[in-house]
């Protein structure tokens, strides 16, 4: 069933709040937000403003073995919109690498379902699509909807303590010991991340989200549940879109900090676009990227249509390039996942040689850190998120996690590295300590 109601853009600024307090209730939550309010020049390649899918009707759950064939297979079989994520992890999949390095949250490798009820909200529009089987649930949810109140979500925190699984000095021998690998001609370019964790906490995860994306309001934004597991993301990345048979890649790379002071704001932002090593970053990532669309784009599309533009967020500027190649319509968009994952920009230059030292130099699993989040459509098209900036928790295990990370090139300091890495941490420690 399906159905569209209009309102006054007041009006959906209250439902999208009412709308994600209502689909708590269940099991499997996947809640997509642009904030379009704030990123106006982020809006060319967007479909929606904010898309919520809740309630399982199919589902699958594995681990990285054959995990894209398995994705495959059921994409195949529901033909219908599937949401879920692809871990970092699925590169054991593509290549012959292993994860070993400690995993506190035990999220599954692969994770999607078929939702029962699914909105799309553009603009002042609401689309509503329902499963028949719960068809006739549709005026009571709008019902329930319209009528809850923010009031009864309540607030559960404990004190949390957070702490670093690298610390700093460690964190400096590991980003030498990445330096010589590049000296030595191993890899051009690595991402290397570090681990922030609380144990023995317990937080609201909806709070938590919402607590994020107000001082973030960043244009991927995710609240996602699936049973005792949680993502609070507040993603400025997309990893992939495909759009009819145009494929859209946006890597980010290249990093400055924000000011309060307009002018010195300016300064920051041109500088960024003006650092060598900032651009070489992007550019090294840009030339994997148009590399890895090759493999199923048709000859000679594959184009990049902005390189190294400066982008600002609430809390950084970025480095954005936007690369765009054409597929043809029978290609598998499966295929078309796994011929470019992990990202680029989350691994390095040559990717597997990137990910071997990746694996070997950090000291925690990235599992669903650095994977990505989105949606199938009933037609194969989709879109994802890199997993950047996201609060990960285990409701079970009590345990909360986010990590971050930056580009190692030849040109890197160090301790221009780390204090990058504190900048982008800045927000989600914020919420989590206060």
Known sequence: MRTTQVYTFERIRKFKKQLLDW????????WLESNPENNKEHQKHYNYDAVLAVDAFTSIKTDFTDGFEKLKEYQNYSKDWIFGYLSYDLKNDVENLISQNFDGLGFPDLCFFQPKKLFLIKGNQVEIQYLNVVSDEIEDDLFDIKNKSEA?????????????????????????????????????????????????????????????????????????KLEDKFVLSASPERYLKKNDTTVISQPIKGTAKRALNPLEDVVLKTNLSKDSKERSENVMIVDLVRNDLSKTATKGSVKVEELCGIYSFNQVHHMISTVVSSVNEQTNPIDILKSTFPMGSMTGAPKISAMKIIEQLEKTKRGIYSGAIGYFTPKGDFDFNVVIRSILYNASTRYVSYSVGGAITSKSDPLKEYEECLVKAKAMREVLEN
């Open 152 to 224: 009864a979500r309540g607030t559960v925190f404990s004190d949390i303590k957070i702490k670093l699984r690298t610390h700093k000095d460690e964190y400096f021998d590991k980003v030498t010991t990445m330096l010589e690998h590049i000296h030595r001609g191993d890899i051009y370019e690595a991402n290397f991340c570090q681990e922030f964790y609380a144990e023995n906490t317990q937080i609201n995860p909806l709070e938590t989200y919402q607590k994020l994306n107000n001082i973030s309001k960043s244009p991927f934004a995710t609240f996602l």
């Open 23 to 30: 689909a708590q209730q269940f099991e499997e939550v996947v």
